[in-house]
């Protein structure tokens, strides 16, 4: 049975699925590849972030499911397979097999958290300006997730390596 009247316009409604089948797909990425980094880490920094990966990856399966479960709520199908998930999402796997050294792999998540927080922030307008208080208040709650696990994972690194992320990142900002 479909959605009969929820009180959103079916356009809206439409397009608050669609930006959260992209935010759902980038964070079952960013979970894949952080529960990866938790197994593979190695080096000094491994207790520490073996902890802070297995930390966040738990946050993460959670938010999966919860923004799932809001698309299903707005009337439409979740995407729930792999390839699914790499066609739509934000953020991208790395494509070697090898895992990447400690500090590149706190990078690549804080990159990660940032590129999500940037859609989600657009997703939380768009949700306001439909009227769809619950879209937009799950989004809130992700955000402020996304951007606090980017500020831990900024202060893990070392002053040269933060300069080289805020390249990295803004040259990502200005290819879009
Ligand atoms: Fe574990």
């Known amino acids: 049975m479909s959605v009969q009247d929820m009180g959103l316009k079916s356009a809206d409604r439409k397009r608050v699925a669609q930006g959260l089948t992209r935010v759902l797909a980038s964070v079952y990425v ?3 590849k952080t529960h990866n980094y ?3 880490v190695t080096g000094p920094l491994f207790q520490p972030l073996h902890g802070l990966f297995e930390e966040q990856y738990m946050v993460l399966a959670k938010a999966v499911d919860e923004i799932a479960e809001r698309i299903r709520s707005l009337g ?3 995407p729930g397979t792999m390839q699914e998930f790499l066609k739509l999402s934000h953020v991208q796997e790395e494509g070697s097999e090898k895992a990447p050294e400690a500090e590149e792999m706190v990078m690549n998540l804080q990159r990660d958290h940032e590129a999500i927080s940037g859609a989600g922030r657009k997703l939380i307008h768009l949700a306001s300006e439909a009227g769809d208080d619950a879209t937009s208040d799950l989004m809130t709650k992700q955000l402020e997730f996304n951007e606090k ?3 831990m994972l900024r202060s893990f690194l070392t002053p040269a390596a933060s300069v080289n992320s805020a390249l990295h990142t803004q040259a990502l900002d200005s290819a879009n």
């Open 38 to 40: 938790h197994w593979n």
């Open 30 to 32: 960013v979970y894949v």
């Open 76 to 78: 439409y199908r979740a």
């Open 149 to 151: 696990t980017a500020w």
